[in-house]
């Protein structure tokens, strides 16, 4: 029996590292860049290991109960209809252990929810085949879509070899560029059909539906650049409508504010320099 014990726990130990492990080689779950990313990463592994406390006990003691029982060992079988007992407690235990998981995933689940109290607003909005960004509070629009390079190579009989271009399809002309460690409320909406706004290290997704606002937030811990998808089939470039989040210390993003505000003042100052030209 103490061979057996010490068996399955090599066995548990061995699933928890694995499961570490893997993170690596992108088998698990992202760990994120957002408190939500990592709610749900230490959420997933606490059912992993549950999950896996559970097999190893049961087929243990199920294994063991085979190979020490049987009857070329003189075992007779048991002969009896229903034990009441037992029948209570594989019930009652597998309600307890449900009920343990879903209060701290009914807390995170509130807590993907609340987009309360946020620090900036930016209203995302999914075409065939790019991303819009409209940054509510200083009026600040892009429109992101697949770099050139990729757009070139992924091109039929183009010759180009696609393992030559860094990023390849996961590259944009426009990135957005968001502030850290602050609280930013996404408004997600679509123009033509349903899209999805998903970057995993963020932890969540939301699709973008035509005549309807889904809100999300976020708040980055963690200075780097994010890549991510659209993830909902939306018409024959799908696979061509990547996301690419730039995040930038607060003072850093006060800064691309300031450049963008600029350049594109003086887009619209040429613009009206071009109209009046042409009517004179």
Not at 51 to 73: A, E, K, N, P, Q
Not at 94 to 113: D, H, R, S
Not at 128 to 134: S, V
Not at 174 to 184: H, R, W
Request: include cysteine; hydrophobic fraction near 45%.
């Amino acid at each position: 029996m103490n061979r057996v014990i010490s068996l399955v726990s090599v066995a548990i130990v061995g699933l928890m590292l694995a499961g570490v492990a893997s993170a690596d080689y992108q088998l698990n779950m992202t760990q994120g860049v957002t408190p939500f990313a990592a709610e749900a990463y230490k959420q997933h592994m606490i059912a992993f290991i549950v999950c896996c406390v559970i097999g190893t006990l049961v087929f243990g003691v199920m294994f063991y109960s085979m190979f020490m029982h049987r009857r070329s060992r003189g075992y007779e079988a048991a002969q009896f209809s229903h034990s009441t007992k037992a029948e209570v407690l594989w019930t009652v235990i597998p309600v307890l252990i449900l009920i343990g998981m879903a209060i701290p995933a009914t807390k995170a689940l509130i807590l993907m929810e609340d987009t309360g109290e946020s620090d900036m607003i930016v209203k995302i909005t999914g075409y065939q085949w790019m991303w819009g960004y409209e940054y509510v509070d200083n009026g600040i629009k892009i429109y992101s879509k697949l770099d050139s390079d990729s757009n070139r190579v992924r091109q039929t009989g183009s010759g180009l070899d696609p393992r030559e271009i860094e990023n390849y399809l996961l590259n944009v002309d426009n990135p957005i560029v968001l502030p850290t460690n602050t609280k930013i409320r996404f408004l997600i909406t679509a123009d033509d059909v349903i899209h999805s706004w998903w970057v995993p290290e963020f932890g969540w997704k939301r699709d973008a539906v035509p005549g309807f606002i889904n809100e999300a937030w976020v708040l980055i811990e963690e200075e780097g650049v994010y890549r991510g998808q659209c993830a909902e089939l939306c018409g024959k470039d799908h696979g061509f409508m990547p996301i690419v989040v730039i995040a930038k210390s607060p003072q850093e993003y006060e800064q691309w504010v300031l450049g963008q505000l600029l350049t594109q003042d003086g887009a619209v100052d040429d613009t009206d320099q071009a109209t009046e030209e042409a009517k004179s």
